[in-house]
């Protein structure tokens, strides 16, 4: 007779007795068999995929053409770069970007003007021969809304600079009556001055109009300089840069590194060939081409 589990002294599980039949698993259908056989073939092609792909990659990066330029866009720095103190050299000038220029610019040029200024700050903080002070003055309106909606604000951490809501004027006339620049010392440049800025000079302000418009507005920039009776000046690009076939505005930011490189070089050549795009230049075949060409090189304002 077959001893029961009560008999043995064991534990009797609640609930009903499972039968025999009831532990079975049933059959897959054809759909489950053929739904599961893929997930396997999946599974096991996965390590095969990503090897192709790799390989693919590494192809598009072998055979990539550089990116054309573009003056309106920045490119993010993916790094930080731990700068050195002690291998920078200060220029002992302070460079200030006037912003007053609010209301003729549309969104998409606030927008631009606003990445602009991050590279701005970026290059001289990672020159080897930056500016002493880097100013923003008339910081309003849409460039401010901008600016306050970017990296939660991070324009305000920005190190060693300062951010005015007033004009440049109050360099030299504050209303605390402690002015910090005499007004000879202070240079606007603009490309439509007919002074030729020859060097930049210590103890000196230098002054970019923080403006994009794709030169709409002519002599905007001078007018200004004149109206508050401060001397100007333009690049040197038509001197050194003889063979720009093409009409070129640049951007803030481009004045800026070609002032850095100057900093560090006293080249005005070696400056302006270092950041002028070099598709910009004229080919020797391009001679066979035209007689005469005009050049026209702008800097903003």
């Known amino acids: 007779m077959p001893i029961s589990a009560n008999d043995q002294g064991l534990p009797v599980p609640d609930g009903p007795a499972i039968s025999p039949e009831e532990t079975m698993v049933e059959p897959l259908s054809k759909k489950a068999q053929k739904k599961a056989a893929k997930a396997a073939r999946y599974a096991e092609q996965k390590a095969e995929r990503r090897v192709r792909e790799k390989e693919r990659k590494k192809r598009k990066r072998a055979t990539a053409q550089p990116e054309p330029d573009n003056e309106d866009r920045v490119v993010p720095q993916s790094k930080r770069v731990k700068l050195d103190p002690n291998s920078q050299t200060r220029f002992g000038a302070r460079l200030v970007i006037d912003l007053g220029f609010d209301d003729k610019m549309t969104e998409k040029e606030v927008i631009s003007l606003s990445s602009q200024l991050a590279y701005t700050y970026s290059a001289n903080r990672k020159a080897p021969c930056p500016f002493e002070r880097l100013l923003y003055t008339s910081l309003d309106g849409k460039t401010l809304t901008r600016l306050e909606g970017v990296g939660n604000a991070g324009y305000k951490r920005w190190t060693g600079v300062e951010w005015w809501t007033e004009s440049y004027e109050k360099l030299w006339d504050p209303p605390d009556g402690h002015p910090t620049a005499d007004r000879g010392t202070v240079v606007y440049l603009t490309a439509d001055?007919?002074?030729?800025?020859?060097?930049?000079?210590?103890?000196?302000?230098y002054i970019i109009g923080g403006i994009v418009d794709h030169n709409r507005y002519k002599n905007l920039c001078l007018d200004k300089a004149v109206e508050t009776c401060v001397r100007h000046a333009r690049l040197p690009i038509g001197t050194y840069l003889a063979e720009l076939p093409t009409r070129k505005v640049l951007t803030v930011n481009q004045v800026v590194e070609i002032l850095l490189h100057w900093n560090q070089s006293r080249d005005w050549k070696e400056a302006?060939?270092?950041?002028?795009?070099?598709?910009?230049?004229?080919?020797?075949?391009?001679?066979?081409?035209?007689?005469?060409?005009?050049v026209v090189v702008e800097e903003p304002g």
């Open 193 to 205: 001055s007919d002074t030729e800025l020859t060097e930049l000079k210590e103890g000196e302000t």
């Open 272 to 294: 302006l060939y270092s950041v002028m795009p070099k598709r910009k230049f004229k080919r020797p075949e391009d001679n066979r081409k035209a007689k005469t060409t005009e």
